[in-house]
């Protein structure tokens, strides 16, 4: 089976990019944003003057490691890169869109698989990056398990898997195109999908999930991969923690955090009062099931011991809080016109925010630390007060991954 999923992915390398866009872009996402790495496993306290080593363990085209690769250059941190895929095919993308940049002497290329990943690049890693593989595997609890195991006691994985209730549709029309396709070439397949997704009944779950559309906006890697895998399988919230606790990690924080919290929906008080018995990670599982639109579950993950410990936190006076692509200044300035929200999966959410969101917004410019923030606010407050307003603000735009922390020593 693995080397059906090997040759889908030399045919159809995922996603499908062009080295040449790199002229023109970075893609930048979740997770391995070096801002999220620090804020979320490095407590926003990382000396990125100090070598950095990274593994990215089935990095496909290359989006984790071309960003990586650029931020750690944009910060002059001496960065050691190594990427690990099955597919030469994929590899090849991915090296030419590090050369186009000029990063190539970051990078090393490795063919494999990640079950390998010991013998074949066995660190040990500050940071591993997993996206959208593990689910891929025979065994996805193995290949978490054997990256774990090559983690620095102090490092990190940044993890992304398919989410059940999101991909509503998708298991069907993989069904059926198993019965349509059985031993097919690769062309007639695709032809095959298109055909049938042309031909979807009104009341189809597919044709009726609006979330999903990599088969309509993916080119025909992106089509492959989503209806055409020869393995893939989906998580709840509950099954991919029991993924990370099974590698002796613990789940440092959801991408994005806000999502997983039933407040974030709910307005009735009275339910949210029955909620509060819950866990942390029941809570996260209720959210899964409330909202209903979670198509991959994206999260950041450290050793258990530090999984608690290792992501910044917004009561330091030394922490300076900044934008992630925001610009809370210009954002405080528009807040009078509009309640600011923001869009996952189809699902707006209104950010809660206190009255005296514009005056601290407007001075979070990314260089003052909170302790300044709070010494020139206007009107003045007290420590504790401005303390419980502030943290507001964070909950709300941290909440969406919009506000991160970071020490300067
Ligand atoms: C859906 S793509 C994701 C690529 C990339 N991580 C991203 O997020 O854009 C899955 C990738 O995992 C690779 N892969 C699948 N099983 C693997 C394994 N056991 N070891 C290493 N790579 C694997 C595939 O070749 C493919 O490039």
């Not at 090393?108 to 990056?129: C, E, M």
């Amino acid at each position: 089976m693995t080397d059906r999923v090997r040759g889908q992915y030399e045919a159809y390398p995922y996603p499908e990019r062009d080295p040449a866009d790199e002229k023109k872009r970075l893609i930048v996402g979740s997770p391995s944003d070096l801002r999220e790495i620090d804020h979320y496993l490095f407590a926003g306290r990382r000396d990125w003057k100090r070598p950095f080593r990274a593994l990215i363990a089935g990095g496909g085209t290359g989006d984790a490691l071309v960003m990586l690769a650029q931020q750690l250059a944009d910060r002059g941190t001496p960065a050691e890169l190594h990427y690990l895929d099955l597919s030469e095919a994929s590899a090849r993308i991915a090296r030419a869109r590090i050369e186009t940049r000029g990063l190539q002497k970051r990078v090393t290329f490795h063919r494999g698989s990640l079950l390998d990943a010991g013998k074949l690049a066995p660190g040990p890693w500050d940071y591993i990056d997993c996206c959208g593989v593990l689910h891929h595997l025979d065994d996805p609890a193995a290949g978490l398990k054997a990256l774990a195991a090559l983690l620095k006691p102090h490092g990190g994985m940044g993890l992304m898997v398919y989410g059940e209730l999101g991909r509503v549709g998708v298991y069907d029309a993989q069904a059926m195109l198993k019965d349509l396709c059985a031993g097919a070439p690769d062309p007639e397949r695709l032809a095959t999908a298109r055909a049938l997704l042309g031909d979807l009944p009104a009341t189809n779950r597919l044709r009726r999930n609006p979330l999903v559309v990599d088969h309509l906006k993916g080119g025909d890697a992106g089509l492959y991969d989503l209806l055409l895998h020869s393995r893939d399988r989906a998580y709840r919230v509950g099954e991919f923690a029991q993924l990370i606790d099974g590698a002796g990690l613990g789940i440092a924080s959801f991408i994005e955090s806000a999502r997983y919290d039933p407040a974030t929906y709910l307005g009735d008080a009275a339910l949210l009062e029955k909620l509060k018995p819950l866990s942390a990670l029941q809570r996260a599982a209720f959210a899964e099931l409330l909202a209903g639109n979670m198509k991959t579950h994206v999260c950041y993950a450290a050793p258990k011991a530090r999984a608690a410990v290792c992501v910044a936190r917004p009561d330091d006076p030394k922490a300076i809080p900044y934008g992630r692509d925001v610009d809370f200044p210009a954002l405080a300035r528009g807040l009078a016109n509009a309640a600011p929200s923001a869009t996952f999966d189809g699902l707006t959410i209104k950010l809660k925010l206190p009255a005296s969101a514009p005056a601290i917004l407007t001075l979070i410019d990314g260089k003052r630390s909170l302790g300044e923030v709070h010494v020139q606010l206007e009107p003045a407050m007290d420590w504790g007060k401005f303390f419980a307003e502030f943290r507001q603000v964070y909950a709300a735009f941290n909440g969406i991954n919009r506000m991160l922390l970071r020490h300067t020593g």
